[in-house]
């Protein structure tokens, strides 16, 4: 798993500085819907990565380690305001179209596009899990036994982006986005439980059109080197 993690990261670092132009060092946040708040591995996050089609128009792409503390799950007969996945390490690769509107030190970006993701590690948060079943079912208590398939997820994206330039090749962004995109992660199993002093039951869990949600919004602070 972490060789495939090294390999995934090696292969976009080295496609994005093939034609790089203009590149980002940024500090991501990611504020998941129904998740925890997520941090960058530090300094890990290469965006702003692209080249112009005109004064106007551009293409970027990047990369972030992102380390997730926890996303939610739908696609549930049930659902949850709470993570039902613990901590684990996403890579994401954005592809977006820019529309650039430059001054003389200042530039205004509006983006969109599509990104990929893939997370590493992938585990159940059981303590959550287990409250949504209860809740679910009536039960005092609940304790669940899945498993799950992992897999890559993809999504859209749009938000902007404002850069203050202090030298001619050196700037200051601040940039916002809004992500929504989704992984499959059907889960199959079983939960037991019921009402304290009563009969206690295991019921079979199959999920098939579980997902991970990877919905939020994601705030970076970084610094541009452009070629010019």
Known sequence: MKKSLITC???????CGAFAQNVGLSFSYFIPRNGSF??????FSL????????????????????RMAG???????????????????????PVELVLQFKGKQAQF??????????????????GNMDRALRQYQGWDIAN???????????????????????????GISLECNYLNGTSKFPMIG????GLLGGTNQTVDADFPDAKIDFTG???SIGILFTGG
Do not use: C, W
């Open 9 to 15: 990261l090696f292969v976009t670092v080295s496609l």
């Open 71 to 93: 996303l939610n799950i739908i696609d549930l007969p049930f659902e949850s305001n709470k993570s039902l996945t613990g901590p684990n390490f996403t890579v994401f690769v």
């Open 38 to 43: 997520s941090t960058p591995i530090s300094p």
């Open 109 to 126: 970006d509006i983006k969109g596009g599509g990104f990929f993701f893939h997370g590493f590690d992938q585990r159940i948060d059981y």
């Open 217 to 219: 919004l994601e705030f």
């Open 190 to 193: 079983n939960y037991s439980g």
């Open 47 to 66: 965006r702003g990565v692209g080249f112009d089609i005109n004064r106007f128009l551009a293409v970027e792409t990047g990369v972030s380690l992102y």
């Open 144 to 170: 669940a036994n899945l498993s799950f398939e992992n897999n890559p997820g993809f999504g859209i994206h749009f938000g902007a982006e404002f850069t203050v330039y202090v030298t001619r090749q050196f």
